[in-house]
């Protein structure tokens, strides 16, 4: 960063812009990159509660909880809107168990494992206390898994939001926190609307994704998208015309921005999931969906419509044994295609 004050667009600027496509249709909430990004970024004093990847039900309550009703983000015109501070308890509590008085103390026999809070009462919420459950009457009840991280906005709120400017992009798109400027003041926890920004009561700092930037230099993928065992992640640079994240966003148009109505021109793309067949009154399976498309809409907004009619037309497409490009790039038989110059060996 230069020496004289930066402007807030110059903060927000970068040369090329990496992005992450994620295929709702393949997740199956396995929380593998939830674990492969907490063992490397989040073990530190005052991370506990952190999940900077996670994957939550939807419809649901969300990780951080409720995070969609907190605010942040910018209106039509392009505004700051308000948002609100995440709790400890929000984002997921950090858990003590009584394991001395179970299995050291003799009490095995009186006393059981019982969690605490990080304030030593019992919980009221949990990370994903509500998952598998979303919504729908039997014998049609709807939900899928939504694996979340920062953005990595091209208009990022959190940048505006920063009173010491230690928050910026890198040449690469990547948006990081300058933790030797930041003086947890947490406005930039508010003006997120995804809450991806967390605060650790340790350090008295904000904390947030770095998508792995240590990792991308060498060109290996972030862990959490190199690590997901269903090949539901695709990894590059947006303006990348041979990857796979280019082809599905700018080309087939089918991954698209979650809650696009933000803002924020999100750099973490979706292609939204493929509705179950519904059952009948009487248990046979019918030609309706059982996702109402209203569910869909509200998170990926009406391009949602298109971008599911694509992957249909497609689909069947292949069904009659036609070339379709956009099937080999859902179904990439390779890992190595989904990302691009990163696929770099771990050390």
Known sequence: MSSTIPTKQELKSSKRQLATVIDLSKCMGCQTCTVACKNLWTQRPGTEHMRWANVATCPGKGYPREWESKGGGFDAEGRPQPGQ????????????????????????QRKKLEPRSASGEAPTWGYNWDEDQGKGEWPNPYFFYMPRKCNHCSNAPCIDACSRNAIYKREDGIVVIDQDRCEGHRHCIEACPYSMVYFNPVSQKSEKCIDCFPRVEKGIAPACNRQCVGRTRAYG???????????????????????????????????????????????????????????????????????????????????????????????????????????????
Not at 85 to 108: I, R, Y
């Open 85 to 108: 501070l995440t709790t400890m308890v929000d984002c997921g509590d950090n858990f003590q168990f009584n394991h001395h008085e179970v299995l050291s103390a003799g009490n095995a």
């Open 237 to 347: 640079y947006l303006d990348d015309s041979e990857s796979q994240v280019h082809k599905l966003v700018r080309v087939w148009k089918v991954a698209l921005p979650l809650h696009p109505e933000f803002g924020t021109e999100p750099n973490v793309f979706y292609v939204p999931p493929m509705s179950p067949l519904a059952y009948d009154d009487d248990g046979r399976l019918t030609e309706a969906g059982r996702l109402p498309i209203e569910v869909l809409e509200g998170y990926f907004g009406p391009a949602v419509r298109q971008a599911l009619a694509t992957i249909l037309e497609e689909r069947d497409r292949r069904k009659r044994g036609e070339p379709s490009e956009l099937m080999d790039l859902l179904i990439s038989r390779r890992w190595h295609d989904r990302f691009a110059e990163f696929t770099g060996e771990p050390i």
